[in-house]
C-alpha cells in the first residue's frame, strides 16, 4: 500500500483579481522509503502542494477546494484539527527553503528540537534534550552538546539547515517534505545536505518528498519524478524515464535548457513567461508556450494518462504522435 | 557586557554637561525675569530693591559666572534654592513631585501593556475579523478624543454625577484621620481616574503598534516551522510568536521614559495632582530658574538612565545582540 496518495488535488488562493487555482487536479503517489521529487519553475504549486499535505496553507486567502490526501489509508483532509497536530511533525515532517528565516530567533535550537520531541514523545524535558542533542550528532553538527544550546544567530546557513532536519527528523517521520532544502545554500554545502538527507532516508527508511527547481538535484536524490506547470503535473515517471525520453513538451523544453559541456554556446530556451494563476489560458495551461501546439490544445484539458510502465504525461499531442509512431 | 555598560556610562557624562548648558542658556535667553514678575506690580518697589534682589540672587553676575557657579554646585548634588517666596531646595520639590509623577504614569504605563498587548495580539491572530475591528474603534476613538475634555466628561459623571469617585487632589481632607488601609485606599481612589483616563489615551499607540509587529512575525517562516512541528495555535502565538513581537515594544517603553518622568501639565492641572508636570509649568510661570534647571537636568538624567535600562533589557530580551 503506498503512504500517500494524493487524488485531484485542488488548491485556491482568493485574490482580489478572482480566485487563483495554485494546484488544480494533481494526482501522485508516494511509497514507503521512496523519494519522489517534484519540479518545475517558480510559483508552479510545488509548495503548495506540500504545505496542502501538511494543511499549513494559509486559510483565508488559501483554501483546499478539493480532492484527498490519503496518508496511510487516513483521508487527512477529513481529520480533526488535534487529529492533524498529532500527525505534523510525528508521521510528516517538513524543511523549508530558507534556513536564514526558518528558526525561531530566540529559541536555542536544542530548545527547538526537544520541543518537538516532548509534544509527539511525552518525554520530560532532560529526556527531551537529550534526545535533541543525539539528533544534532545525526545530522552530523560538530560538538552537539554546546551546539544544542546555541541560538540560530551562532550558527551558518548549512548548519542552521541540519538543525531544520533534526527537527523534522526528531520524532522520525514516515514522510519527510523538503521543500527546495538547498535553494538557498551554496553549493558544496548543498552537496553536502542532499548526502545527509539521502544516507538518513537509508538508515531512517522514511519517504521523502523532494520539492525543487534542480533537474540535477532530483536525477541524483530520486526515484521517481513529478514535472508540474502552472498548478498541474504535467509529466511523470522514473527519473531515468522522464529524463531520458521526455513525453511533454514543457518536459523537453525543461531538459533542453540545461546548460550541457560541449553544446551550443547559446542556450535554449522556453518561449514566454508562466501565465498568471488568475487568467490561466482554456484548455492546455502549457499551450501559450508551446512549440508543439495543434489546434485541439485550446478546447481539450489534457489529463494525465499512461504511457507504461509508470509512465504519465498530460498532452494531447504527445497522445496522437506516440500512438502513432506505435511507443 | 560590563565593558559595554562602562563605556555607556561614561558616554552619559558629555551629554550631561550639554544638558546643563543648554538649560541654562535656554532659560537665560527668554524674555522676563524673576526679579521683574516680583517687583513690577509692586508700587513700592524701585530700582534699588530690583538691584538687592538681583544681587541676593546672583543675578549681577555675567552669566557664564552664574553658569560656573549653578554647575559646581550641581556637581556636589546641590541644587540651589526656589527663588519663590517658600525658598525651599529645590531637590526637596522634585523630591515630592517626581514619586507622584511617577506612580501615576507607572500604573497607567502598566494597563496600558495590561490591555493593550492581548488586544494586539488577538486583532493580528483574528486580523480584520469583527473582534479586530471593534477593538481598532475603541482604540482610536480613545486616541482621538482630547484628554482634557475626557477627563472633565469622567469626572462630571463619575464625581459629580455619581459621586463615586473624588473630583480631583490626591488626598481627602481627612486623609491623615484614616487608618493605614484607609490612607492607601483613600489615594487609590484619587488615582483610578487619572490613571484610566491617561491610560485610555495613550492605549492605541501601544496596541496599534503590538498588532502590526504581531501580525510582522506571524508571517515569518519560523511561525510555519513551529505550526509543522505539530505545535498547537495557542503554543505557536504565545511561544514563538509573542516573544519576537514584543522586541519592538521595548523601543517604545525606552521612549516612553521620558514622558514617565516629565509628567503630562495637562492632567495633572486637571486633576490638581501635585506632580512634576505641574511643578515644572508653575516654576516657569515664576521664572524660577534654579527649580526649571533642576527639573530638566534631573528629568534628562532620569531619562538617560532609563534609556541605558531599555537598551539593557533589549540585550536580555533578544539573543543576537548579546555578546558572546
Redesign the interface.
Known amino acids: 500500500m503506498a503512504l500517500l496518495v494524493v487524488r485531484n488535488l485542488r488548491t485556491v488562493f482568493d485574490t482580489s483579481e478572482g480566485p487563483a487555482v495554485a494546484v488544480d487536479s494533481v494526482n501522485f503517489t508516494i511509497d514507503r522509503g521512496e523519494t519522489l521529487g517534484i519540479v518545475g519553475e517558480s510559483g508552479c504549486g510545488k509548495s503548495v502542494t506540500a504545505l496542502s499535505i501538511?494543511r499549513?496553507v494559509q486559510t483565508p486567502p488559501g483554501r483546499i477546494a478539493g480532492g484527498t490526501i490519503e496518508f496511510e489509508g487516513r483521508d487527512v483532509l477529513e481529520l480533526s484539527e488535534?487529529d492533524m497536530?498529532?500527525?505534523?511533525?510525528?508521521d510528516i515532517?517538513?524543511i523549508?527553503q530558507?534556513p536564514m528565516?526558518?528558526?525561531?530567533?530566540?529559541?536555542t535550537v536544542g530548545y527547538?528540537i526537544a520541543?518537538?520531541v516532548q509534544?509527539?514523545r511525552g518525554v520530560g524535558n532532560n529526556e527531551a534534550w537529550d534526545a535533541a542533542v543525539e539528533m544534532l550528532r545525526l545530522v552530523e553538527i560538530p560538538e552537539p552538546g554546546e551546539r544544542a544550546g546555541n541560538?540560530p544567530?551562532?550558527l551558518s546557513g548549512g548548519m542552521r539547515q541540519r538543525v531544520?532536519i533534526a527537527?523534522?527528523l526528531s520524532c522520525d517521520p514516515k514522510l519527510l517534505i523538503a521543500d527546495e532544502p538547498t535553494t538557498a545554500l551554496d553549493v558544496t554545502i548543498e552537496a553536502q545536505i542532499l548526502d545527509l538527507l539521502g544516507s538518513l532516508r537509508d538508515r531512517l527508511g522514511m519517504a521523502i518528498m523532494l520539492i525543487t527547481h534542480d533537474l540535477g538535484v532530483v536525477a541524483q536524490q530520486a526515484e521517481r519524478v513529478a514535472v508540474m506547470y502552472a498548478g498541474r503535473i504535467v509529466e511523470e515517471g522514473k527519473v531515468a524515464d522522464v529524463f531520458g525520453d521526455p513525453i511533454h513538451p514543457y518536459t523537453k523544453g525543461l531538459l533542453g535548457s540545461l546548460p550541457r559541456i560541449g553544446g551550443p554556446r547559446r542556450l535554449a530556451t522556453i518561449p514566454g513567461i508562466v501565465p498568471r494563476l488568475t487568467e490561466l489560458p482554456s484548455g492546455c495551461n502549457f499551450r501559450t508556450r508551446c512549440t508543439e501546439l495543434i489546434d485541439d490544445c485550446s478546447g481539450i484539458e489534457p489529463e494525465l494518462e499512461d504511457y507504461g510502465s509508470g509512465r504519465e504525461a498530460a498532452c494531447i499531442v504527445a497522445r496522437r504522435t506516440r500512438t502513432r509512431g506505435g511507443a | 557586557m560590563l565593558r559595554y555598560l562602562l563605556t555607556r556610562i561614561a558616554g552619559l557624562v558629555p551629554l550631561l554637561i550639554g544638558v546643563t548648558f543648554v538649560s541654562f542658556l535656554v532659560i537665560n535667553l527668554a524674555p522676563g525675569s524673576p526679579v521683574e514678575l516680583m517687583t513690577d506690580l509692586n508700587p513700592k518697589a524701585g530700582p534699588e530693591v530690583q538691584q538687592r534682589l538681583e544681587k541676593e540672587y546672583g543675578l549681577d553676575k555675567p552669566l557664564p559666572v552664574q553658569y560656573w557657579i549653578w554647575v559646581s554646585k550641581l556637581a556636589r548634588g546641590d541644587f540651589g534654592r526656589s527663588f519663590q517666596q517658600d525658598r525651599r531646595p529645590v531637590l526637596d520639590k522634585i523630591k515630592e513631585a517626581l514619586p507622584v509623577t511617577l506612580a501615576l504614569n507607572v500604573m497607567s504605563l502598566a494597563i496600558v501593556l495590561c490591555v493593550a498587548i492581548p488586544i494586539g495580539v488577538y486583532s493580528a491572530t483574528h486580523q480584520y475579523s469583527l473582534g479586530d475591528r471593534a477593538t481598532t474603534v475603541f482604540v482610536f476613538v480613545g486616541f482621538a478624543m482630547p484628554s482634557f475634555w475626557f477627563a472633565l466628561l469622567c469626572i462630571l459623571f463619575f464625581s459629580v454625577h455619581l459621586g463615586w469617585l473624588p473630583i480631583s487632589g490626591l488626598r481627602s481632607f481627612d486623609h491623615n484621620a484614616l487608618s493605614d488601609v484607609g490612607r492607601v485606599l483613600d489615594i487609590a481612589k484619587h488615582l483610578i481616574l487619572p490613571v484610566c483616563i491617561s491610560g485610555f489615551t495613550s492605549l492605541a499607540a501601544m496596541s496599534r503598534y503590538m498588532r502590526s509587529s504581531m501580525l510582522e512575525v506571524i508571517r515569518q517562516d519560523y511561525i510555519n516551522t513551529a505550526r509543522a512541528k505539530g505545535l498547537d495555535e495557542r503554543t505557536v502565538t504565545f511561544r514563538h510568536a509573542l516573544r519576537n513581537a514584543l522586541l519592538p515594544i521595548i523601543t517604545l517603553l525606552g521612549l516612553s521614559i521620558p514622558g514617565l518622568i516629565g509628567g503630562s501639565v495637562i492632567m495633572e492641572s486637571i486633576f490638581a495632582i501635585p506632580g512634576m508636570g505641574r511643578l515644572f509649568f508653575q516654576s516657569i510661570l515664576a521664572r524660577d530658574y534654579p527649580l526649571i534647571m533642576g527639573v530638566l537636568v534631573m528629568s534628562s538624567m532620569l531619562t538617560l538612565i532609563g534609556n541605558l535600562a531599555a537598551d539593557l533589557m533589549y540585550a536580555v530580551a533578544d539573543p543576537r545582540l548579546r555578546k558572546r
Do not use: D, W, Y
Not at chain 1, 528565516?101 to 529559541?107: K, M, Q, R
Open positions: 501538511m499549513l488535534p497536530r498529532a500527525l505534523r511533525g510525528n515532517a517538513m523549508f530558507e528565516t526558518s528558526l525561531n530567533p530566540v529559541l527547538q520541543e518537538a509534544l509527539h541560538f544567530h551562532q531544520m527537527i523534522a
